[in-house]
């Protein structure tokens, strides 16, 4: 309030000085000099009166009639983005064959089998995120040891039905290629358990009295895969995915081989997405 009062008599001894500056300049201009050219004295008192006034004016530039206040730049923090998803795929377990001392071979392979899959995501970051799966599916391992077919249901030529599942964690790197589409790259660890499906928890193998499976196999894991996310809206998507398994084949207890496999899982799942996301449609 106090600057608002001042300005008139500001105002008015600014006008006294533009006056006296007037008196002065027509004094000087009775005296013979360099003739300038016209509008030049004009001219140089509108700036004069412009710079003098201009700080005073309520609308003019670096003057405000109400408090100021600092701007400060406050950095955007990235918003966290949470999905769950539920899937299938086949289960698709490569056959692996390893000769032996006595000149013959030994396979081992999980027949193909439905699979389904959950995967709980949260991504900080683009190249920062991680994911919790969790997958089962039914299948039977079948162990050959140098037999053929004629040989089945014995020691050298058996199957062991299994509910398997798998329980991992995995690093997640994303990125929005558009605001329909996401591709993705995950790698991570965790293990398999192979659960006999037999009652009581135990199956006896055909051997003719070599040995027993007694409870559940544990296996390391080394899961990978990468795929796409297509967004329908906000919070639904379709998720298409390779998911890749490597691990050791369960001896049961009993000394079977135990060669390393990989099981291959091309994926589809529903996903949604908790909360909004970090771009509009």
Known sequence: MKQCRAI???????????????????????TPQAEE????????????????FAPMLPDAPGYSSTTQTSTKTVA??????????????PQLTATRIENVET?????????????????FRQSFRPWLGYSVNVGYTRASEHNTNDAGSTSAGTSANFYVPNNVWELSLSHVAQLHLTHRLTA???????FMAFQPAKRGST????????CTVVGTNFRPLIVFGTGVDYHFNPQWALRAE????????????????????????????????????????
């Open 184 to 190: 993705f790259t995950d790698e991570g660890a965790g």
């Open 203 to 210: 199956t006896t193998i055909p051997t003719g009295g070599c």
């Open 242 to 281: 390779y998911r890749g398994l490597l691990y050791k084949y369960p001896d049961y207890g009993a000394g079977l081989p135990k060669l390393t496999t990989i099981t291959s899982e091309p994926t589809v799942s529903l996903t949604y997405t908790f909360g909004k996301r970090t771009y509009k449609f």
């Open 103 to 119: 000149g013959g071979f030994i396979t081992q392979s999980l027949h193909p089998s439905p699979n389904i899959v959950t995967t």
């Open 76 to 89: 955007v923090r990235h918003k966290v983005e949470t999905t769950i998803s539920l899937g299938g795929s």
């Open 8 to 30: 008139p008599v500001v105002r008015s001894v600014v006008v006294l000085g533009l006056v006296s500056a007037g008196l002065s300049r027509s004094a000087i201009s009775q």
């Open 37 to 52: 050219p016209a509008g030049t004295s004009s001219s140089h008192d509108n700036v004069l009166a412009a710079a003098l």
